[in-house]
């Protein structure tokens, strides 16, 4: 069984920065396509970045581009979306979750991942 936990998470003011990080158990991540999704209160959970197997290829979402880098440190088989720039609207429970099917790129929607994380909540408020 797969498992990912994602941790990093905590309020923020306007314009900081926060780093998240999503750690596996009996898996090495750098084998998966691993995606970055974010749901707020009553709004879907929406893809915001994802790294394909093997960091071939890497995806974002228009409203993060520019703020937002998704990164891979094998040495420490995890997962890290680097965060800066945040916005109000950045406020959601952010999930990490690991893809067995996709190979050499990866997607920002969620039916291609089977295994995810608990959320690790994200506020940004003054």
């Known amino acids: 069984q797969l498992h990912v936990v994602e941790s990093g998470g905590g309020l923020v003011q306007p314009g900081g920065s926060l780093r998240l990080s999503c750690a596996a158990s009996g898996f090495t991540l750098n084998y998966y396509a691993i995606g970055w999704f974010r749901q707020a209160p009553g709004k879907e959970r929406e893809g915001v970045s994802c790294v394909s197997r093997g960091s071939d290829s890497t995806y974002y979402a228009d409203s993060v581009k520019g703020r937002f880098t998704i990164s891979r440190d094998n040495a420490k088989n995890t997962v890290t979306l680097q965060m800066n720039s945040l916005k109000p609207e950045d406020t959601a429970v952010y999930y990490c979750?690991?893809?067995?099917?996709?190979?050499?790129?990866?997607?920002?929607?969620?039916?291609?991942?089977?295994?995810w994380g608990q959320g690790t909540q994200v506020t940004v408020s003054s």
């Open positions: 979750a690991a893809s067995t099917v996709l190979h050499g790129l990866c997607m920002l929607s969620r039916g291609p991942y089977d295994y």
